[in-house]
């Protein structure tokens, strides 16, 4: 098709003309510029070297992004719970420290008291699990929960814990989360 001057060869040449040299982050006309990736590479990686696997599961959805000339892939499963606006309520990932030890990163709106606590509560226990948060910026406040025996049962039994944490103007918000899934994606980390 493109061997043959005509029609497709014109239309070809047309685009070539119109798209012009881009560079990525350059203006396309005064007020527009090119949307730069959504994926933050690190300092260690070069453009067309890292990669992200975004892949859906119940309730969950596994991440992993992969520095391809170190070979080195870091992975995590995450849930976000928002409200109809579109805003952040509750999120965590479960991840994994650098000598593989499992932990839960809790993320709350960022109207959450810095040193607040999150409390999952879950069916058949007395007690919540409680979370100290470790800061807020402007867009998140976090917390940390290392997976022991506790998290490890409630995960096994595809539990749903209510999650409260309280916000600077005196309320509490409170949403209901779910382990079920997470399993499954954990699973489908190569």
Do not use: H
């Not at 396309?28 to 933050?40: D, K, L, N, Q």
């Not at 690190?42 to 520095?67: H, K, V």
């Not at 699990?129 to 917390?143: F, P, S, Y």
């Not at 022991?148 to 049962?153: L, T």
Request: aromatic share 6%; proline share 7%; glycine share 8%.
């Amino acid at each position: 098709m493109f061997g043959k001057a005509g029609a497709g060869s014109s239309i070809f040449t047309a685009c070539l003309l119109l798209s012009g040299p881009q560079v990525a982050g350059q203006e396309t006309a005064p007020g527009y510029r090119i949307r730069p990736s959504e994926v933050a590479i690190p300092d260690s990686a070069a453009l067309g070297q890292y990669q992200r696997m975004i892949r859906p599961f119940e309730n969950w959805t596994l991440i992993c992004d992969e520095n391809l000339k170190a070979r080195q892939k870091v992975c995590n499963v995450t849930q976000t719970i928002e409200n109809q606006a579109g805003q952040v309520a509750f999120s965590w990932s479960l991840a994994a420290t650098p000598d593989g030890k499992p932990y839960m990163i809790l993320r709350t709106a960022p109207v959450a008291k810095s040193d607040g606590v999150v409390s999952l509560k879950f069916e058949g226990r007395k007690e919540p699990v409680k979370v100290q948060l470790d800061g807020c910026n402007q867009a998140v406040c976090i917390g940390m929960l290392p997976v022991g025996p506790i998290m490890r049962e409630q995960i096994s039994k595809n539990s749903a814990p209510t999650v409260s944490y309280p916000i600077r103007d005196g309320r509490t918000v409170s949403v209901t989360a779910t382990l079920k899934g997470l399993s499954k994606a954990v699973g489908a980390i190569n």
